[in-house]
C-alpha cells in the first residue's frame, strides 16, 4: 500500500471541475513531482488530499493518506494525520506563518502537539529544529516573521513542516516567492532533509527543471487533468503528450538562452 493513494480525485467550485478525475501513488521514500502551468490544478489537488480544501471547493473520489480516507472525512479525524503523517509547506511563508507569534512558539506547537514534549525537552527540539534548517542563531527563534528575510522565513516554514518528523512532505511551490540563490539554498536544504530522514516528497512546481532536480517521478496536469505521468527521464527524454512536449521544449529554450551569453565571452 502507499503512503499516498489518489484514485479518481475530482474537485469541484460553483459547478466547475477544477480537478477533473486525478489518480497518482506516492509510495514510503518516494519522491514525485507534480507539474503544470497556474490553473492547472496542482495546488487544489495538494490541499485535497489533506483535507484542507477551503470553502466553496468540493471534492469526490478518494485519497488516502497512509490508508485513511481523506476524501468525506470530518476534520476531527484528519488533525492526528497532519505532521505526523503528512506536512504541507506552502509557496509564501508570510502568509503561512501567523505574524503575531515568535518563531519558537510556532515551531513549539506541533512538537508539543504531536509528540507530547514539554519544558525543557521542548526547547531543546526547537533549538534543534532550527539547527536542522540552517538557522542556529538563538536570535532567530525570538523574532517575529516580519523581522526575518524571506529565505529566513521559508527555512523556519520548513522547520515547523518537519517538527512531527512527517512521512510525507508536501512541498507546494516552496521556491516561487524567493530570489534565485535563495531558491538553491532552500532546495538544496529539502533535497537534503527528506533524505537524512528518509521521507516521501510531493513536490509541486511549474518550473521543469526544479521538479527534474528535485524528484524520481512526475505527474503532468493541465486545465485539471492529469495528461501524463511516469519516470522523470521518461518525461523529460520521450514526452508523449503535446502539452508535456512544450514544457520540455520551453525548458530546453531556456537552458539555450541562459548559456549563450557564456558561449558568446
Known amino acids: 500500500m502507499s503512503l499516498l493513494e489518489v484514485e479518481g480525485l475530482t474537485v469541484t467550485a460553483d459547478g466547475r471541475r477544477v480537478v477533473d478525475d486525478v ?33 466553496g471547493l468540493s471534492a469526490s473520489g478518494s485519497a488516502r493518506l497512509d490508508g485513511v480516507e481523506v476524501i468525506g472525512a470530518p476534520d476531527r479525524s484528519l488533525r492526528p494525520l497532519r505532521g505526523p503523517v503528512a506536512s504541507v509547506l506552502f509557496q509564501e511563508p508570510l502568509t503561512a506563518l501567523d505574524p503575531l507569534m515568535r518563531v519558537e ?31 542556529p542563531d538563538p536570535r532567530i527563534a525570538r523574532a517575529f516573521p516580519h523581522e526575518l528575510s524571506g529565505g529566513q522565513r521559508q527555512r523556519v516554514a520548513t ?13 507546494d511551490e516552496p521556491t516561487t516567492a524567493l530570489d534565485v540563490t535563495v531558491q538553491d539554498e532552500i532546495l538544496a536544504l529539502l533535497d537534503r532533509l527528506v533524505a537524512e530522514r528518509d521521507m ?23 486545465r485539471g487533468e492529469t495528461v501524463e505521468q511516469g519516470p522523470v527521464a521518461q518525461i523529460v527524454g520521450e514526452p508523449q ?4 512536449r512544450a514544457l520540455v521544449a520551453s525548458a530546453r529554450a531556456l537552458d539555450s538562452a541562459l548559456d549563450a551569453p557564456g558561449e558568446a565571452r
Not at 203 to 220: E, G, K, P, W
Open 23 to 55: 489518480s497518482f501513488a506516492v509510495a514510503a521514500g518516494e519522491r514525485v513531482g507534480v507539474i503544470g502551468e497556474s490553473g492547472s490544478g496542482k495546488s487544489v489537488t495538494s490541499l485535497a488530499v489533506t483535507g484542507l480544501l477551503g470553502g
Open 105 to 135: 512558539r510556532q515551531i513549539a506547537e506541533p512538537i508539543r502537539r504531536h509528540l507530547g514534549l514539554r519544558g525543557a525537552a521542548l526547547k531543546d527540539a526547537v533549538r534543534a529544529a532550527l539547527e536542522d534548517v540552517s538557522l
Open 159 to 171: 522547520a515547523i513542516a518537519l517538527a512531527a518528523s512527517p512521512k510525507l512532505l508536501i512541498a
Open 200 to 222: 516521501a516528497l510531493l513536490f509541486i512546481s511549474h518550473d521543469l527543471a526544479v521538479v527534474a532536480r528535485m524528484t524520481d517521478r512526475v505527474v503532468v496536469m493541465r
Open 241 to 244: 503528450h503535446p502539452y508535456t
